[in-house]
């Protein structure tokens, strides 16, 4: 059974930081693109970093310079640094791990910035 399981979300002031985790299980991971996406209230999930299997990333313009993604394969986790943030960064955020044909979904954290 594939279980992705997020933590680190939270309310922090503008300006602050935090940094999500997502622990996969029931995959092999090191052979997985994984990456997170968010959904604002009242919007549609969007992609905002991916990192291949083999550590290559890339971000959204919104999170650019300010979010690092990355990824231990020894503890089958993937991070998200946020840095910066800002009120328009509230959302609820989701890792998914990816080898094609599959896609899987963690259950969501959120994430509250206090202007």
């Known amino acids: 059974q594939v279980r992705l399981v997020e933590s680190g979300g939270g309310l922090v002031q503008s300006g602050g930081s935090l940094r999500l985790s997502c622990a996969a299980s029931?995959?092999?991971?090191?052979?997985?693109?994984m990456g997170w996406y968010r959904q604002p209230p009242g919007n549609e999930r969007a992609l905002i970093a991916t990192?291949?299997?083999?550590?290559?990333?890339n971000y959204a313009n919104s999170v650019k310079g300010r979010f690092t993604i990355s990824r231990d394969n020894t503890k089958n986790t993937v991070y998200l640094q946020m840095n910066s943030l800002k009120f328009e960064d509230t959302a609820v955020y989701y890792c998914?791990?990816?080898?094609?044909?599959?896609?899987?979904w963690g259950q969501g954290t959120q994430v509250t910035v206090s202007s």
């Open positions: 998914y791990a990816q080898k094609a044909p599959n896609k899987y």
């Open positions: 029931g995959i092999i991971f090191n052979v997985h693109n």
């Open positions: 990192i291949t299997s083999g550590g290559n990333t």
